[in-house]
Nanobody, 123 residues
Framework: QVQLVESGGGLVQTGGSLRLSCAASGRTISSYSMGWFRQAPGEEREFVAVISWSGGPTYYSDFVKGRFTISRDNAKNTVYLQMSSLKPEDTAVYYC????????????????WGQGTQVTVSS
């Protein structure tokens, strides 16, 4: 099994920045794609970004492209999401997840999920 734990969320002002971390345990993640999703209250979980097992190819949703950066440190078994120029519409619970394929943009393509971390952007 693999366990994923997100951290780094919080309350920020519009235009601010946050870096989310996803620490994995129980299994090394070097052979898997890792993605970030977010879910606002009453809305469906939506894709944010994914990074391949090689750490090179990445893919982003249009609404975060140019503002968010996904990265990974396989030696630390950790995935990151650097968020900048945050907007109120970025407010959501952010989840990291593991997939065996790349690119994967649908929740059903991911096998393991963290518990999420809350990001709130004030307007």
């Amino acid at each position: 099994q693999v366990q994923l734990v997100e951290s780094g969320g919080g309350l920020v002002q519009t235009g601010g920045s946050l870096r989310l971390s996803c620490a994995a345990s129980g299994r090394t993640i070097s052979s898997y794609s890792m993605g970030w999703f977010r879910q606002a209250p009453g809305e469906e979980r939506e894709f944010v970004a994914v990074i391949s097992w090689s750490g090179g190819p990445t893919y982003y949703s249009d609404f975060v492209k140019g503002r968010f950066t996904i990265s990974r440190d396989n030696a630390k078994n950790t995935v990151y999401l650097q968020m900048s120029s945050l907007k109120p519409e970025d407010t959501a619970v952010y989840y990291c997840a593991l997939s065996t394929i790349y690119p994967a943009t649908r929740p059903l393509e991911y096998s393991y999920w963290g518990q999420g971390t809350q990001v709130t952007v004030s307007s």
